[in-house]
């Protein structure tokens, strides 16, 4: 009874998110003060719930994306003008949230028609999938590149999200901390190679707060822009988030507010939300939500 009630509220979620959204794919130059846009296309379809952009290396992503009623993942190829576009999972449910795990494996989170939710782990080549947990209905997540194995999730428990790490191999979970948010990142490796950042919704004012993998001490890092999850890092220790058509970049080290460094509004993106930067910080993906 009780995992079904996580589920209810995992699609409680979904249902409310999934408005017509778009992904955009931008061409950059990112300087001290604001971002240039060499170029910009739509890389998803313009209708229907696509989202959710993660980047496998300088010139691959992938996204969810809808395709029939239901959402699949699709690995995208940037490819100069001959950018390439596969689906590379199909189920009978809906696939969130991908991240390449391994060569040939990424992760997502599953929604079947019956209302179960998991976490799995596909297999690209042999088209084949496992669920690493069945004891915790994880709602977002993230994994250390840093120690093998260990994946970083906000949980669904007691009508909120909580945030845990998990070990694939052993399945044991650490609570970390309550009433977390979706957005979990890395934190570039100047400040710790072992930090994720992750939101903290307890106050009014939601947090950017870290914690640390070595010792599981957690700290704040700085307030967020507006109540808006949605961030990502840049190589150089400063973090983007936005503001309807607007990017805003804040260096905890140097800034005490954020700064506004791009308006995207002449590119047709006019409520942006998910976003993720490549490596080599000059390819962003957003969601532009409609």
Not at 18 to 34: A, G, P, R, Y
Not at 92 to 101: A, L, N, V, W
Not at 188 to 201: A, H, L, Q
């Amino acid at each position: 009874m009780r995992l079904l009630s996580y589920c209810l509220i995992f699609v409680s979620i979904i249902s409310f998110s999934q408005t017509d959204s778009e992904i955009h794919l931008l061409e950059i130059v990112v300087t001290s003060n604001k971002v240039q846009v060499l170029d910009s296309k739509i890389i998803s379809s313009k209708i229907g719930y696509n989202n959710q952009p993660s980047f496998i290396n300088n010139n691959q992503l992938l996204f969810s994306t809808e395709r029939n009623g239901q959402n699949d993942i699709v690995q995208y190829e940037i490819n100069n003008g001959t950018d390439e576009f596969k689906f590379i999972t199909s189920t009978d449910g809906s696939e969130y949230s991908p991240i390449q795990y391994k060569k040939n494996k990424v992760t997502a989170v599953s929604l079947d028609k019956n209302g179960v939710q998991h976490l799995r782990i596909y297999d690209v080549k042999k088209n084949t999938f496992k669920v690493p947990f069945d004891d915790k209905v994880i709602g977002y997540y993230n994994y250390s590149k840093k120690i093998k194995n260990l994946i970083i999730s906000s949980v669904l428990e007691n009508n909120e999200l909580a945030l845990y790490s998990s070990n694939i191999k052993t399945k044991k979970h650490i609570y970390i901390d309550n009433n977390t948010g979706r957005s979990i990142h890395y934190v570039p490796n100047k400040f710790n190679e072992k930090k994720f950042s992750y939101i903290s919704k307890k106050d009014t004012i939601w947090k950017i707060k870290y914690v640390d993998l070595t010792t599981y001490k957690t700290g704040f890092i700085a307030n967020t822009l507006n109540n808006n999850e949605d961030i990502c890092w840049l190589k150089d220790g400063s973090i983007i988030s936005s503001k309807n058509d607007k990017l805003y970049k804040f260096n905890p080290k140097t800034d005490k507010k954020w700064i506004e460094i791009c308006n995207l509004s002449e590119y047709g993106i006019n409520n942006i939300s998910r976003i993720a930067i490549n490596p080599n910080n000059d390819k962003l993906a957003l969601v532009n939500s409609k």
